[in-house]
């Protein structure tokens, strides 16, 4: 086909026009409505600019743990499973020589030995999850808080073998028929997504404390790490404290006064 | 002007274009083409008029009834909820996970708890006659409901297990 130049600017006009044309309708469909909405924090909410947690381990005896793990459970909708092959748990309880094998020798003091160490996600300040996550569904917040973002998750178990102290689970199944006692203003999880503790970052945002440290009777304090009045600081400044494989530079928030 | 026209229809001739052609194989071609009009247009033909009717979603539930008359609104007009509820919903997903936002404050300034389970459920707690009619009819399945709960009061029972 002979293309003259009358043509050839015929159809370069044509196509301009067809494009604006296509290009405008795109940014209509694709450019949010106008409205003038916004999105605020409550002004109840409790912040920090570090969250921690010190476990008392004087005051955490088996009932007062059990009681904390079966309140973190049922505000959170965490399926009960028994097969531990499938289980899904957001805190629960290791002996000494699992939770600090690096702190453990033959010799170990009765006290460490004979009670069970109530352990959770640590919300490290360099945390290994979040480095290895593909998708970006978990990260470190603001406030020191590891978070997830399950919507965003898509199953693929790094974080669980980047995490030095298992405390990712993953959803092998609906979790849905599994859940005992339900909470119907929190979501559940689907199959196919990693779950862990996230420092009740909604009760939190509700001015609410932990539902784990609410049900402690004291065992569990949390607070702000970077605060130098905190509660929190105040233990760390006068008692021994001890944290989690600290020789892997994971930096938990997390501390055990023994 | 009947010599301009015919100059033209000349012309036009004279490009060879409009000039018959022999069809091979008609007989079969002819068949070929009226099968396939059959076959693409049966669909349309026999579904004529079989349209399936708009759904109107309801609004008949105790809290909505329960609102005085003039209040009686979403958090957006409904013209914009009716366009933008999937885009509001995305918003305030990331504006929880990722910001811990967690309060809307309306275009009227009115402000919400931002949660699809606890504030739009509670309004609309008829789940199958409200997101469902309008789901069904256009064929979206929104997963939402694998985690947040459609029918909370139904899973606290017992009765909607394993349901999303």
Request: overall charge positive; glycine content about 6%.
């Amino acid at each position: 086909m002979h293309v003259n130049r009358r043509k050839f600017l015929k159809i370069a006009g044509a196509s301009t026009i067809v494009g604006i044309l296509g290009g405008w309708s795109a940014v209509e469909v694709l450019v949010p409505g106008e409205l003038d909405s916004e999105h605020r924090q409550s002004p109840e909410a409790l912040t920090a600019k570090r969250w921690a947690m010190v476990v008392d381990m004087k005051r955490m005896d088996a009932a007062t743990a059990r009681d904390c793990i079966e309140a973190c459970h049922r505000v959170h909708n965490v399926p009960d499973i028994d097969d531990p092959r499938s289980e899904v748990k957001w805190i629960w309880l290791e002996p000494f020589d699992r939770a600090f094998p690096l702190q453990n020798h033959e010799h170990t003091a009765d006290p460490l030995t004979e009670q069970p160490f109530l352990v959770f996600c640590n919300h490290c300040d360099n945390p290994p999850c979040v480095r290895v996550c593909p998708t970006k569904a978990t990260w470190k917040r603001d406030d020191g808080i590891v978070m997830m973002d399950q919507h965003r998750c898509i199953g693929c178990r790094y974080c669980m073998a980047a995490c030095p102290y298992g405390s990712r689970s993953y959803n092998w199944k609906d979790p849905r028929p599994f859940i005992k006692s339900r909470n119907t203003e929190y979501p559940t999880r689907s199959g196919g997504v990693v779950e862990k503790c996230n420092f009740c970052a909604e009760r939190l945002a509700q001015g609410l404390m932990p539902a784990c440290v609410e049900a402690s009777k004291g065992a569990l304090v949390f607070g702000d790490l970077a605060d130098p009045a905190s509660k929190v600081r105040e233990i760390l400044r006068s008692r021994y404290t001890i944290r989690r494989k600290l020789s892997l530079g994971t930096e938990p928030s997390v501390f055990y006064m023994v | 002007m009947a010599d301009e026209g015919k100059k033209v229809v000349d012309a036009l001739r004279a490009t060879g274009f409009f000039k018959p052609k022999k069809l091979y194989d008609g007989g079969k071609v002819l068949i070929g083409v009226v099968a396939f009009c059959v076959l693409v247009g049966f669909p349309f033909l026999y579904n004529r008029g079989k349209a399936a009717k708009v759904p109107e979603p309801e609004l008949d539930t105790p809290a909505i009834q329960a609102m005085p008359e003039a209040q009686r609104m979403c958090i957006e007009s409904k013209e914009y909820m009716r366009d933008n509820h999937m885009k509001i919903l995305d918003d305030w997903r990331d504006g929880v996970v990722r910001e811990a936002k967690r309060r809307y404050v309306a275009s009227s300034k009115r402000s919400y708890t931002i949660s699809l389970q606890n504030t739009c459920l509670e309004c609309h707690s008829n789940y199958d006659n409200f997101c469902d009619r309008c789901h069904t009819y256009t064929g979206t399945k929104p997963y939402c409901w694998d985690c947040h709960l459609n029918k909370p009061k139904e899973w606290a029972a017992g009765k909607a297990e394993g349901e999303g």
